[in-house]
């Protein structure tokens, strides 16, 4: 089945370490997408890419950051910079908007990683 | 005048009845308008969208209300079940120009047995 998969779903981080979130898609969406949820506060758009080897800040990038070198991988860095990073981490996909018809969903999620601090 | 405003952010609703979850929007243009489901640990998923050229969605027991001169779209559930118990985005976007959509800050809803 195509989809987003996300890992790990559960994820520690020590003071002071940087740790990763994998996201890979299979689904050959061309856009990517980062959020994070907290309690209360919606999801937040920490940053997107529409092509492989491009990619831009969504609204909460500080502390963060991406590389998209394939077109399926889309992983996210979460630095010792990012002083609050106890969240659920939400990776999406979509169809670029010039290839959208209709009946295409507008984003596809993955099921979240939850990051915890030690 | 990107923002999505929802309310309320917490609705408790007995077994059989009608939950109603709010959004407004400021952007004109915007052209579609989606709804996510997330349950407890997952991904939110697309429930059901609108586009402005109606003024009301139905599929199931869910059913979207637009009103283009208010600037507001609303989902309502009928006969609300124990399994629709989840947290509903509402969302918004201008479809063919951009990859972003723009969330409301979600409501929790809780139906009770």
């Known amino acids: 089945d195509g989809g987003i998969t996300q890992s790990p779903k559960y994820l520690f981080r020590k003071e002071g370490q940087n740790v990763t979130l994998s996201c890979e898609q299979n689904?050959?969406?061309?856009?990517m997408y980062w959020y994070r949820q907290d309690p209360g506060q919606g999801l937040r758009l920490i940053y997107y890419?529409?092509?492989?080897?491009?990619?831009q800040k969504g609204d909460i990038a500080e502390g963060y950051s991406v590389s998209r070198e394939k077109k399926e991988s889309f992983p996210l860095t979460v630095t010792s910079a990012q002083k609050n990073p106890t969240a659920f981490y939400l990776c999406?996909?979509?169809?670029?908007?010039?290839?959208?018809?209709?009946?295409?969903?507008?984003?596809?999620f993955g099921d979240g990683t939850r990051l915890s601090i030690l | 005048q990107q923002q999505v405003k929802q309310s309320p952010q917490s609705l408790i609703v007995q077994k059989g009845g009608i939950s109603i979850i709010n959004c407004a929007y400021e952007?004109?243009?915007?052209?579609?308008f989606p709804w996510y489901q997330q349950f407890p640990g997952k991904g939110p998923a697309l429930l059901i969208a609108?586009?402005?050229?109606?003024s009301e969605k139905k599929e199931g027991r869910f059913t979207i209300s637009f009103n283009k001169s208010a600037k507001q779209f609303s989902l309502h559930i009928m006969d609300s079940q124990p399994g629709d118990s989840a947290t509903y985005f509402c969302?918004?976007?201008?479809?063919?120009?951009?990859?972003?959509?723009?969330f409301g800050t979600g409501t929790r809803l809780q139906v009770f047995p």
């Open positions: 999406a996909s979509s169809i670029s908007p010039r290839k959208r018809d209709r009946g295409n969903q507008p984003q596809h």
């Open positions: 609108i586009r402005p050229d109606v």
């Open positions: 890419s529409q092509i492989v080897n491009d990619f």
């Open positions: 952007n004109t243009a915007f052209d579609y």
């Open positions: 969302a918004a976007m201008i479809e063919y120009n951009t990859d972003k959509l723009i």
């Open positions: 689904l050959n969406h061309d856009a």
